[in-house]
């Protein structure tokens, strides 16, 4: 029998996100007579019992992974990553996001690993940064990039940033969308969801999914959602997810005198039950790498209004399959939602259309086997 190829994919922990769905779902359908597959992480959040249940995978924890420089913890998780890649000789080294990157790669570059493989699935600076602090994160990208054999990049337009950049050439990228499960988001009952809020029929819900932090930016959906309110008296905003901002914003709904009208809801691991259940889907994220809460709305054909940041215009095309509005920018975002409200036959017209595009694009069986192809090509 042919010798399995030794492969590891390493991402820092496992909160709900979309970086860490990506990294599951093609942890778990790899092929595993082909494949020797491992999964190195902190084993920290709501999707370690989900990783832990996959099939035909080990998994190493290194619990001083962490989202935040912390220099005692990063040089601990480095030495761990750099004695674990040693012993185990891995063939092809696969990591996700930026700090998982960073020591995986450097980790995998002085063990000699034959091929390293980098997915970036939001990138470590933003247009928000401090100058010096958004160049310093961009040289480091430049230098990881030159110990990778290839940088996956989850929309064209994140690519396209790449080269614009100077971190990559073009030779060294290969852009594979982010996929998700198209079969969660056929179901289409829109009762239970609703029913848990206390909701009838003649109800608007208006709702996001994601965390509650600085790069979602929940406030301004909050301040959009109290200019919305005042014009339509029966519309609801449910926010799905938990994160450091939640205090913040329960503040910010009390100050607003919104508390009967949001709807915190905390994480769920099944969101594909919520989207059914929503009039119209918000996203007001101050950057991300594509937006995977989109494509799970679209999936279920629900119109969307989503800031006009890095990969996202890739997906909603403005007055064509949603509508774009400026990050940070709470009237313009509350304009994007009472226009989508004030005509929903236009609003489910653009709607169809990126669920089109979505279920033609961004199936997860296509992903891993993009995948699987691109290993095939390093080797």
Request: proline share 3%.
């Amino acid at each position: 029998m042919k010798n399995k190829i030794k492969i590891i994919h390493v991402i820092t922990h496992l909160p709900i996100g979309g970086a860490q769905d990506n990294t599951l779902y093609t942890v778990e359908l790899l092929d595993k007579e082909k494949y020797d597959i491992s999964l190195c992480c902190n084993l920290d959040g709501e999707l370690v019992e989900r990783a832990e249940n996959i099939r035909g995978i080990k998994i190493f924890d290194i619990p001083f992974l962490c989202r935040e420089v912390n220099p005692y913890k990063d040089i601990k998780a480095f030495i761990l990553l750099y004695k674990l890649f040693k012993k185990e000789n891995y063939t092809i080294i696969h990591t996700h996001s930026s700090k998982a990157g960073l020591l995986g790669r450097f980790a995998a570059m002085l063990n000699k690993t034959p091929v390293i493989i980098h997915t970036i699935h939001g990138f470590a600076f933003n247009d928000f940064m401090n100058v010096f602090k958004k160049s310093f994160f961009i040289n480091v990208e430049k230098l990881l990039a030159k110990w990778t054999n290839v940088l996956i990049t989850v929309s064209n337009l994140n690519k396209k940033k790449i080269i614009d950049l100077n971190i990559a050439k073009e030779t060294k990228l290969k852009n594979i969308y982010s996929g998700i499960d198209l079969k969660l988001f056929t179901n289409k009952n829109n009762i239970e969801f609703r029913k848990e809020l206390n909701l009838k029929s003649h109800h608007i819900l208006l709702g996001s999914v994601g965390r509650l932090s600085f790069q979602k930016d929940p406030i301004t959906m909050i301040n959009a959602f109290d200019i919305v309110a005042k014009r339509f008296s029966n519309a609801h905003l449910v926010l799905v997810g938990d994160g450091e901002l939640r205090s913040i914003i329960v503040d910010r709904i009390d100050q607003l005198h919104l508390n009967d009208r949001v709807h915190l809801t905390g994480n769920k691991n099944n969101p594909w039950k919520i989207y059914h259940s929503l009039d119209l889907f918000i996203m007001s994220s101050i950057y991300e790498g594509l937006g995977r809460s989109i494509t799970e709305a679209l999936s279920c054909g629900v119109p969307v209004v989503c800031t006009s940041v890095e990969g996202v215009p890739e997906i909603v095309r403005d007055n064509k399959t949603g509508i774009l509005v400026p990050p940070k920018d709470a009237s313009a975002l509350a304009e994007g939602v009472i226009k989508s409200l004030s005509n929903m036959e236009v609003a489910k017209k653009m709607a169809s259309k990126g669920h089109k595009f979505v279920n033609d694009n961004f199936d997860v069986n296509k992903m891993v086997d993009d995948i699987d192809a691109l290993y095939d090509r390093q080797l």
